[in-house]
C-alpha cells in the first residue's frame, strides 16, 4: 500500500481529495447546511474525479513544483471558498459567471465586506497552510525512489477509476432515493441549469457549483415544451374582470417557437383577479414612487428621529410583513420587479442584461395608456445599473440621472449625493404636468458605513447617546438624509398644490446588508436571525386622504405594479405578471426569496436547507408543501424565461398583428354581406 502511495498520481490524487474534501465539509458547516445527507457523497465523488484530473495533469511535473501547485490550488481554493461565503453573507446568494460584472463593485465598498464576512471563514485556511508544513517537513521521509509501480500503468487505472466515479456521480443525481421530493428545483434540473445557486451548492458543493455555472453558459439549456390549462372563470359577477382573448388565441394557435408556445399556455393559465371593493379608489390621481436604497424597518422603530417617514407610515396604509429579498443584484433586479412584477433571473444581473427588453404591461406603460407623463429618477450614474437604457424601454418617458439632473458628483456629499438634493431637482420636471407619474430611485443611505463620509457624519450627534456601533450610527445618519427628502418632496406637493391628488408608493430594495449583523440587530429591534426577517422592508401606500390601517398580510415589491394598477383602474391583464393584488380576495399571502425559499403567516421554507420552520400551531401537509413549491418555481421559471426571450415584445407585435388581422376580417365580411343584402 505505501508503494502505490508513493507513486505520484496516487499520492496527489489522496492529498487532493482530502484536502478539497474538508473545504466542503467546512465550508458547509460554517454555512449551516447539512452533512449528513447524500450530497456529501455527491461532493466526495465529485472531489475524487476532479482531484484524479489534476493528478494526471501534475504527474508529468517535477515533485517540488507538484507540490507548490498543490499548495496555491488549495490557497486559492480558500479564497474562492471565502469570497463566495462572503458573498452569500452579503446578497443572500453565490456569485455566478453570469453577475461577474458586478464584481467590481465589490472594490468600492471592500472595508463594509470584510466587516460583514463570518470569522470562521478564515479557516478554510488551515488546510492549505498544514499542506505547506507537511510538505516541508513529512513528505520527503514518504518518498520511494525506487518506485515499482509503472507511472503509465498507474495513470491507465486512475483514468478507469475516474470514468466510473463519474458514472457513480452521476447516478447520485438521478437514483430516486437520493432526492428530496421537497426540492423546489430537482438535481437533474440543476446539473442542466444552476439556476438556484444556493440550492446548486447545498447538493453539489461549491466546486461543483462552479462547474455547473462555467458548464451552462457554455452548453445552453433549452427549455423543455411545456402546457398549461386555461384558465376559466368560475363564476361572472359584477367584479369580473372580462378580458377579450380572441388575439391571444389567433397567435397561440399559429405559434411554432416552443418557448413563446410554452409562455402563452403559462400566462393564459393564471387566473384573472376579479375587481374588488378598492378598484379605482385613486383613479385620475398622480403617482409618485420612492424606492429607498437600503431602506429598512429601522425607520418604522424610530419616530423620533424621522418624523417624517412617520407620517407617512402612522397615516397611511402599511403591510407590517413586507419583504425585500436579496439576489446577486438586488438594487437593479428589485426595482425592474417593482416597475414589471416579475422575477427576475438570479444567476445573472438581468436588468443590465436584458437592458435592451422591451414591455409594453409595465408600469410605465400602464400610465402612457392612460394618458400621464411618466418619468423616473436617480441620483447617480449608469456605472452600476443601465438605467439610461432599461428605464425608456420600459417605458418611462424621461429618465433623468445625476448628470442630467445638474447635481455635482464632486460635491460636499461624496461619495452619494444628497437625496434632498434629489428632490429638489426632480420635482419640477413634473409637477406641473396635469398629470403625472414620476418613479424615484433614492441613493443616500447606500453604504459604505465603515468610513467616515459627509453623510454618514452628518448627523451622528443624534445619535451620540445610542450604545450602537460607528457603523449603525453612520447608517442611521444616512436615513436621515433620506427623511430629510421625504418631508422635502411633502412640502414641495403641498406647496404646489398637488399633495391631495398625490399617491406616494414607498418601498426599499433592500436591507443594508453593508451593516455586520451584529451592527444591524442593534438598530433593528426584531429578531433578524432567522426565517428570513433580515430582509423586512417598508411597504407604504399613502395618500391624505386614506384612512390609516396597518396589513397584515406578507408580500413583496413583486405585487406592486397589480395593487396600484387596481387602485388607478389602470387597463391591465392581471395574467402577465408574478405579483397580485395585494387587495384582492385572491391574494394568497407569500415572500418568494431568491433562491426558491418562501414566507407565509403559517411558515418558512428554506430551500437551500430543505427545512420548513414553522411560526405558528398551523401546519401544511407534504402535499400542499408541494403544491406550494411547484407554483413557486413555476412562477420564477416562467418569468425568467419571458426575460430572457423578450417575451412581452413578442407578445405586444403579436397581439396587434392578429388584433388588426381579425378587424380586417370583420370588415371584410361586413362588407361581403352588405353586397349579398343589396344583390
Wanted: glycine residues 4%; charged residues 20%; hydrophobic residues 35%.
Amino acid at each position: 500500500m505505501k508503494k502505490i502511495y508513493n507513486n505520484k498520481v496516487v499520492c496527489y490524487s489522496c492529498l487532493l481529495t482530502m484536502g478539497i474534501f474538508l473545504l466542503e465539509i467546512i465550508f458547509k458547516v460554517i454555512m449551516g447546511l447539512s452533512v449528513f445527507n447524500w450530497s456529501v457523497l455527491r461532493i466526495f465523488l465529485g472531489c475524487i474525479i476532479l482531484s484524479n484530473i489534476i493528478s494526471l495533469l501534475i504527474s508529468f511535473l517535477k515533485r517540488k513544483y507538484a507540490n507548490i501547485i498543490v499548495c496555491v490550488l488549495l490557497f486559492l481554493l480558500g479564497i474562492l471558498f471565502t469570497a463566495q461565503g462572503g458573498m452569500h453573507n452579503y446578497l443572500g446568494t453565490y456569485m455566478s459567471l453570469g453577475t461577474a460584472s458586478q464584481a467590481h463593485a465589490i472594490e468600492y465598498f471592500i472595508g463594509d465586506f470584510f466587516t460583514s464576512l463570518n470569522p470562521w471563514f478564515y479557516t478554510l485556511f488551515i488546510i492549505p497552510i498544514l499542506y505547506v508544513l507537511y510538505f516541508i517537513f513529512l513528505d520527503k521521509k514518504f518518498i520511494d525512489k525506487s518506485l515499482k509501480y509503472k507511472y503509465n500503468v498507474v495513470r491507465c487505472i486512475t483514468v478507469f477509476v475516474t470514468i466510473i466515479t463519474c458514472g457513480l456521480y452521476y447516478g447520485t443525481i438521478n437514483f430516486s432515493f437520493m432526492q428530496d421530493k421537497m426540492q423546489i428545483v430537482s438535481n437533474k434540473e440543476l446539473y442542466k441549469n444552476p439556476s438556484m445557486q444556493n440550492i446548486a451548492v447545498s447538493q453539489y458543493g461549491l466546486l461543483g457549483y462552479e462547474f455547473l455555472d462555467i458548464k451552462s453558459l457554455v452548453i445552453k439549456h433549452e427549455q423543455t415544451a411545456e402546457t398549461f390549462a386555461k384558465y376559466e372563470p368560475k363564476e361572472v359577477t359584477n367584479y369580473s374582470r372580462t378580458i377579450d382573448d380572441t388575439a391571444w388565441d389567433a397567435l397561440q394557435e399559429t405559434e411554432t417557437n416552443k418557448d413563446y408556445k410554452t409562455l402563452n399556455s403559462y400566462f393564459m393559465s393564471k387566473e384573472i383577479t376579479s375587481k374588488n371593493d378598492y378598484t379605482g379608489m385613486f383613479k385620475g390621481k398622480n403617482l409618485i414612487v420612492l424606492m429607498i436604497e437600503s431602506g429598512s424597518n429601522v425607520l418604522k422603530n424610530y419616530p423620533e428621529y424621522f418624523p417624517n417617514f412617520a407620517k407617512l407610515y402612522n397615516n397611511g396604509w402599511s403591510w407590517e410583513n413586507a419583504f425585500s429579498p436579496r439576489n446577486a443584484c438586488s438594487t437593479g433586479n428589485n426595482e425592474m420587479t417593482g416597475i414589471t412584477s416579475l422575477y427576475t433571473i438570479n444567476n445573472t444581473c438581468t436588468i443590465n442584461t436584458y437592458k435592451d427588453n422591451t414591455y409594453y404591461e409595465s408600469l410605465f406603460n400602464l400610465f402612457n395608456r392612460a394618458n400621464y407623463h411618466t418619468s423616473s429618477y436617480h441620483d447617480y450614474t449608469d456605472h452600476f445599473y443601465y438605467r439610461s437604457i432599461y428605464h425608456p424601454n420600459m417605458g418611462s418617458q424621461n429618465y433623468y440621472d445625476v448628470n442630467k439632473l445638474g447635481i455635482k458628483l464632486g460635491s460636499e456629499y461624496q461619495p452619494w449625493p444628497s437625496d434632498v438634493e434629489l428632490i429638489e431637482k426632480a420635482v419640477p420636471h413634473f409637477i406641473d404636468e396635469d398629470k403625472y407619474m414620476a418613479w424615484l430611485t433614492t441613493v443616500s443611505s447606500h453604504m459604505t458605513y465603515k468610513n467616515s463620509s459627509k453623510t454618514g457624519d452628518m448627523y451622528l450627534d443624534l445619535y451620540k447617546d445610542e450604545d450602537w456601533d460607528i457603523t449603525a450610527k453612520r447608517y442611521m445618519s444616512k436615513l436621515k438624509i433620506v427623511d430629510n427628502a421625504i418631508g422635502e418632496l411633502l412640502q414641495e406637493l403641498e406647496d404646489n398644490g398637488k399633495l391631495e391628488d398625490t399617491v406616494i408608493m414607498l418601498f426599499a430594495d433592500h436591507y443594508p446588508y453593508g451593516l455586520s449583523d451584529d451592527a444591524f440587530a442593534q438598530i433593528a429591534k426584531y429578531d433578524t436571525s432567522s426565517n428570513g426577517d433580515t430582509d423586512r422592508t417598508p411597504f407604504i401606500i399613502y395618500n391624505p386622504s386614506l384612512e390609516a390601517k396597518k396589513f397584515d398580510d406578507y408580500t413583496t415589491f413583486v405585487n406592486i405594479l397589480p395593487t396600484l394598477a387596481n387602485l388607478f383602474a389602470l387597463d391591465y391583464d392581471p395574467r402577465l405578471y408574478g405579483g397580485t393584488d395585494l387587495l384582492s380576495d385572491s391574494y394568497e399571502e407569500i415572500v418568494v426569496f431568491a433562491d426558491g425559499s418562501w414566507r407565509t403567516d403559517k411558515a418558512y421554507y428554506d430551500a437551500t436547507k430543505g427545512k420548513i420552520n414553522y411560526i405558528g400551531a398551523d401546519k401544511y401537509t407534504d402535499e400542499e408543501i408541494i403544491s406550494i413549491n411547484t407554483r413557486v418555481k413555476n412562477e420564477m421559471k416562467m418569468d425568467n424565461l419571458a426575460i430572457k426571450t423578450n417575451y412581452f415584445a413578442y407578445l405586444e407585435n403579436g397581439l396587434k398583428t392578429n388584433d388588426d388581422t381579425l378587424e380586417n376580417s370583420n370588415t371584410s365580411f361586413e362588407e361581403a354581406a352588405s353586397n349579398k343584402s343589396n344583390e
